[in-house]
């Protein structure tokens, strides 16, 4: 079974920045469109970013500006750089294959990313 593996999250003040990887098989992580999505308390799972195979990225409004997604495919790793963290950052970020959010896909497990005011 093909698994993704998110890393990088913690607890950081608004302001500051966190980097998180996701970390897969090659023939999945370096071929495939990846996205990072979030989920926060009580609200649904959103796109937050995503990455084509060459390259090509999309982010949400809110993100756009603070947030880079790239990809190493030398280390079939995906990244989300994530600066100027607001606290409406807060929540379990997830990567997953494929462009399109009800694109099917492997999703990993998550991660939490918490920012305090």
């Known amino acids: 079974q093909v698994q993704l593996v998110e890393s990088g999250g913690g607890l950081v003040q608004a302001g500051g920045s966190l980097r998180l990887s996701c970390a897969g098989p090659?023939?999945?992580?370096?071929?495939?469109?990846m996205g990072w999505y979030r989920q926060a308390p009580g609200k649904q799972r959103e796109l937050v970013a995503r990455i084509r195979g060459a390259g090509t990225t999309n982010y949400a409004d809110s993100v756009k500006g603070r947030f880079t997604i790239s990809r190493d495919n030398a280390k079939n790793t995906v990244y989300l750089q994530m600066n100027s963290l607001k606290p409406e950052d807060t929540g379990v970020y997830y990567c997953?294959?494929?462009?399109?959010?009800?694109?099917?896909?492997?999703w990993g497990q998550g991660t939490q990313v918490t920012v305090s005011s």
């Open positions: 090659g023939s999945i992580v370096s071929i495939n469109p």
């Open positions: 997953k294959t494929g462009w399109g959010p009800q694109d099917y896909g492997v």
